[in-house]
C-alpha cells in the first residue's frame, strides 16, 4: 500500500508564500508522475501542476492555466517526494491542496487529468486572507 502525506498547508496572508511538500511511503514502487491538485469549496477539483521523470531524470513539468510563474513544481532527486512553492499568493488560490502520484506514463493533457493518478494523499488546507 502506498501512502502520500502532504505538510506544508496554513493561513498565510495575500502576497505570501508557502511551500508544500508531499513525502510518499509504503511497498517500494517507481511513480511516472506526482502532481498536485486543488478544489476549493463548492468547485470541481482542479489541476495545479505535475512532475515526470523515468531513469532518475526529469523528463517535464505541466502547470494549470495561471500557475507557471508563482507556482513551481520540485522533486527531491532520489526520493518520492515532490514540493510544490507557491508564491504571491491570492485568495482565489484558497483550497485544499492534494498530491497525486501515478505509475503509468503520461503527458501534458493526460498528466493533467486526475485520472491517471493511481494515489492520492488526504490534503492540506492553503487558505490566502487578510
Known amino acids: 500500500q502506498v501512502q502520500l502525506v502532504e505538510s506544508g498547508g496554513g493561513l498565510v496572508q495575500p502576497g505570501d508564500s508557502l511551500r508544500l511538500s508531499c513525502a510518499a511511503s509504503?511497498?517500494?514502487?517507481?511513480?511516472?508522475?506526482m502532481g498536485w491538485f486543488r478544489q476549493a469549496p463548492g468547485k470541481e477539483r482542479e489541476f495545479v501542476t505535475a512532475i515526470t521523470w523515468s531513469g532518475g531524470n526529469i523528463n517535464y513539468s505541466y502547470y494549470g492555466d495561471s500557475k507557471k510563474g508563482r507556482f513551481t513544481i520540485s522533486r527531491d532527486n532520489g526520493k518520492n517526494m515532490v514540493f510544490l512553492q507557491m508564491n504571491s499568493l491570492k485568495p482565489e488560490d484558497t483550497a485544499v491542496y492534494y498530491c497525486?502520484?501515478?505509475?503509468?506514463?503520461?503527458?501534458?493533457?493526460?498528466?493533467?487529468?486526475?485520472?491517471?493518478?493511481?494515489?492520492w494523499g488526504q490534503g492540506t488546507q492553503v487558505t490566502v486572507s487578510s
Open positions: 509504503g511497498r517500494t514502487f517507481s511513480p511516472y508522475a
Open positions: 497525486a502520484a501515478g505509475t503509468n506514463y503520461c503527458s501534458n493533457y493526460g498528466c493533467k487529468d486526475a485520472n491517471s493518478y493511481d494515489y
